[in-house]
């Protein structure tokens, strides 16, 4: 690991009207690890990450990338930075096929005397080699609906299409595992892994403490809009990061 990280925000708040969504908050996130934000509900997890993804402006506070100062406006101006989300939505296209998910929006094109055609064949052959060299997931069929696919890989195309954008180095990942069986869950574990070991930095939301445990090298515990603590899975319990969850006071 970097001694440096890559994301750094510093002292972010973030005021809707009169509900402090988060208050003075801290978070560093590392290239080449998974870092898991966990907290009960309404603790401030997917504003902060949504502030990161640039949809939200912070009220105040900074987000550097890289040692440079983040001045987004919107999601494209993130995406622009390297910062992309997947949600657990998936935003997918489920009418289309996983190759038309993965280039929608930025449809290759080919010219045919002059006239700009849909390279549909290099659409597809990209899609297959975006999946099976950066997530080792072979997909059972590129010619069905995405809808027909599996919880696990419709997930590693939701995955493909993000990791595809060049220059992306921040990952982040709202409950992917929320819907899914055991099964499911085991399999994007793996592709978390697999995003992680490419040197991205993955920022992973999640109320699963087993995933969490599983595949997160570092845990940001939030709670009532405030960082309650950050532990190294290594050194640390499901335990000890519960207990940050619900507050000492509670806890005792
Ligand atoms: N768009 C919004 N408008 C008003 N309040 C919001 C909005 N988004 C979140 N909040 C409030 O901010 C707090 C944190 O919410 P959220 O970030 O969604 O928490 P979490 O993802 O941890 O459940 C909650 O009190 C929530 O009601
Ligand atoms: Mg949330």
Known sequence: MLSEPLVKMRNISKRFGGVTALSGVDLDAYAGEVLAIVGDNGAGKSTLIKILTGVYQPSEGEITLGGETLEMTNHSDAIAKGIDAVYQTLALADHLDPAANMFLGNELTKSFF?????????????????????????????DAATESLSGGQRQAVAIARAVYTEGLRVLVMDEPTAALGPQETARTLK??????????????????????????????????????????????????????????????
């Open 114 to 142: 002059g006239i700009p055609l849909l390279d549909n064949k290099k659409m597809r052959s990209e899609t297959e080699r975006v999946l099976f060299e950066r997530l080792g997931v072979k997909l059972r069929s590129m």
């Open 191 to 252: 592709l978390i892994e697999a995003v992680k070991a490419q040197g991205l930095a993955v920022i992973l939301i999640s109320h699963s403490l087993d995933d969490v445990f599983q595949v997160a090298d570092r845990v940001h515990v939030q709670r009532r809009g405030q960082c309650a603590g950050v532990v190294k899975t290594s050194e640390s319990s499901q335990q000890d990061v519960l207990g940050l969850i619900v507050g000492a006071e509670e806890a005792a």
